[in-house]
């Protein structure tokens, strides 16, 4: 596949990833990197470090994309600034311990451990189970804990980590507008960290193809950056013209569908 072709496909990517991220309210991770592992495939990138690659691709994308939805958050006062402080020891340390757990896998092995996990996000929309509100933060140790198991699953499968930071902050008290807020700034670090742990566990891999820098493919990064981000606001428009069900049913079956072809 020509240079050409290929920052064609990954802007097309973008564009899809962004559109899907403001229409249904998550990050790109779940659709960026089941996508670019498929790409990858095509372009006849090696089994080995295909979805090593997705992933760290993946979260490197969501340093800029995270960056500018943290900073709208933080314009907009609905981060809390307790809560992401406490989360944010373990939520570093968490993203590059889970690329070394990545980095320990074979890329089947951790393309099924993918599946499972989207699986399992399919299946929560598909019920409709919500955070449950508390009242009471835990205190720091327990929230750098949390953190720790945030940060982790999140940069072992590409993603910002909202799946799991917003339903802990709404617990320890956050109404759903903080608990969103902070969660886009715990994504930050968790995207940062692990995008160059990535880096530099993939670094000198034989089995990379040409533009890659560790496991990060950089011209995959720029075409998504590129066309995500100004596509997100065209999803935002298509959601208010969607009824809040079918959105969320409709992306359960998406993310079912991947989930199985990872499985199978």
């Known amino acids: 596949m020509s240079l050409l072709a290929s920052l064609a496909g990954y802007l097309a990517l973008g564009t899809l990833a962004g559109t899907m991220a403001g229409l249904y309210g998550v990050g790109g991770g779940l659709i960026i990197v089941p996508a670019l592992n498929l790409a990858f495939g095509w372009q006849g990138v090696a089994p080995e470090v295909a979805m090593h690659l997705a992933v760290g691709t993946s979260l490197a994308t969501i340093v800029v994309t995270g960056a500018s939805s943290a900073w709208g958050h933080y314009r907009r006062g609905s981060i809390r600034r307790d809560a992401f402080l406490a989360l944010l020891p373990g939520l570093m340390l968490g ?34 189970r919500g955070p449950r509100p508390g009242s009471v933060a835990p205190g720091r140790a327990v929230m750098g804990l949390a953190g720790a198991v945030i940060g982790g699953v ?111």
């Open 95 to 128: 993203a590059v311990a889970g690329v070394f757990v990545a980095g320990s896998l074979s890329g089947g092995r951790l393309g099924t451990l993918f599946g499972l996990f989207v699986i399992l996000v399919a299946l929560k929309m598909a019920l409709g």
């Open 154 to 264: 999140s940069a072992l499968f590409g993603i910002g980590g909202g799946t799991l930071s917003v339903p802990w902050l709404s617990r320890c008290g956050a109404s759903m507008t903080q608990a969103i807020g902070t969660s886009s700034a715990c994504g930050l670090p968790i995207a940062l960290f692990g995008a160059t742990t990535f880096v530099a566990v993939g670094w000198g891999n034989p089995l990379l193809p040409a533009g890659a820098i560790g496991f990060v493919m950089l011209p995959a990064f720029l075409g998504i950056v590129l066309a995500s981000v100004p596509f997100a606001r065209l999803g935002v428009l298509l959601a208010h013209r969607l009824s809040a069900q079918t959105l969320r049913l409709s992306f359960a079956a998406l993310l079912m569908a991947v989930g199985l072809k990872f499985l199978i």
